[in-house]
């Protein structure tokens, strides 16, 4: 009889988890598989506990304190065949699974996607960033899937199963996103009203895997859609010179290009001649004359010009306009020059505004990091962080 109650006394008696000290533990394997009837089962709140045999996930208890007996491990009992009665000892595992929601899952892509932006013709490395949140929605079937992968651990936390899931949800989103840039020929720049479109798109596509798993998606958003400040000084450019087109026109436009073109010939060896440059270009004689009537007009117009003079800003005496200092008082006259990234217009590096435009001239700090980016910039490039309008 000694001995009989001996064995009893190395069984376990109360089943319970009182949880870790944060929510992101996902699953606990309870360490210990002997167990008899009347075992005492204390299931917390948020939580559920599956009772595992032969790696099948079987019967499963939501929060509340029960005492185990044929009646409610129905399904264990009919696999191993448990007398009825007494306190018959058996062996299981038992898991509890978190069941709460996981609200701040967030996730970005750490390569960009390179390609065409459809409008500006430009390459650009487009970034995404967004959150989601999660819980387990059948735990028979994720508990199942699950079990190979825990190996021997006894607590398994969100980040494992979290960073299988953001790979997916990476992949599926740039797909995705290009898919819209590319076919349908919207431009990064404009692609911000579709951020609730695009993340419709990419839960629906990436749920299926989820439930594959026994997960469900609770909520799903992509934040933002970005590329590094270097694409956008690029477009910036392209939409400077698009603006002086429209501003001087397309005569004037045209003769700027024609003084290109012979600035450029003229530097070639050999070239000899206007004429040349225009034979050079494959344009043929009378393009050549033409070439030149053209820039016969272009040099009267600046030799009609007046001689600039740059006024000291000091004693007020006139300089010549590529005069550094003052010939007066022997002030600076030329202050370091930086673009406008609004209106590329040059402006005083010392200067707090664009006197042509308006918009500041000065660093601002990221409300998410602290970085300090560059006037103009949308998007930081440390954390992908909004910068309201900057």
Request: contains cysteine.
């Amino acid at each position: 009889m000694a001995a009989k109650w001996g064995i009893y006394l190395a069984i376990i008696d109360v089943i319970k988890f009182n949880g870790l000290a944060n929510r992101d533990w996902l699953v606990f394997r309870y360490p210990g598989d002997s167990f008899v009837f009347g075992t005492q089962l204390i299931v917390g709140e948020g939580q559920i506990a599956v009772f595992v045999k032969g790696g099948k996930a079987l019967d499963y208890f939501s929060a509340g304190t029960y005492t185990l007996s044929t009646n409610n491990i129905p399904i264990l009992q009919s696999l191993i065949n448990i007398p009825f009665g007494g306190r018959t000892p058996f062996t299981a595992e038992v898991f509890f699974i978190n069941k709460a929601i996981k609200m701040d899952v967030l996730w970005g892509t750490s390569d960009p996607i390179s390609l065409i932006d459809p409008k500006y013709g430009v390459r650009l490395r487009v970034r995404a960033f967004g959150q989601l949140a999660m819980r387990v929605s059948d735990f028979r079937v994720f508990l199942t899937e699950l079990i190979g992968a825990v190996g021997d651990e006894q607590v398994v936390k969100y980040d494992t199963v979290i960073q299988y899931f953001k790979g997916l949800t990476v992949t599926k989103a740039k797909t995705i996103i290009a898919n819209i840039i590319i076919n349908q020929k919207i431009s990064v720049l404009e692609i911000a009203p579709l951020l609730e479109e695009i993340s419709e798109k990419t839960e629906i596509s990436i749920s299926s895997e989820f439930e594959r798993f026994g997960l469900s998606i609770m909520n799903f958003f992509i934040s933002s859609i970005n590329f590094p400040d270097e694409d956008f000084a690029t477009i910036n450019k392209i939409l400077g010179e698009r603006a002086a087109f429209d501003i001087i026109g397309d005569n004037r436009y045209n003769v700027k290009r024609s003084f290109d073109v012979m600035e450029t010939a003229a530097g070639n060896e050999g070239s000899g001649s206007i004429a040349a440059a225009g034979i050079g270009l494959g344009l043929g004689t009378g393009a050549g004359l033409a070439v030149g009537s053209t820039f016969a007009s272009a040099a009267g117009s600046v030799l009609s010009t007046p001689t600039k003079k740059t006024i000291c800003k000091k004693c007020e005496r006139e300089n010549d306009s590529d005069a550094k200092f003052c010939l007066n008082c022997g002030d600076k006259l030329i202050a370091a020059k930086i673009e406008c990234y609004s209106c590329t217009t040059l402006v005083d590096s010392h200067a707090k505004f664009c006197p042509e435009c308006g918009n500041s001239m000065q660093m601002k700090k990221c409300p998410g990091c602290n970085k300090e980016n560059a006037p103009g910039t949308k998007f930081c490039p440390e954390c992908g962080t909004n910068q309201g309008g900057q």
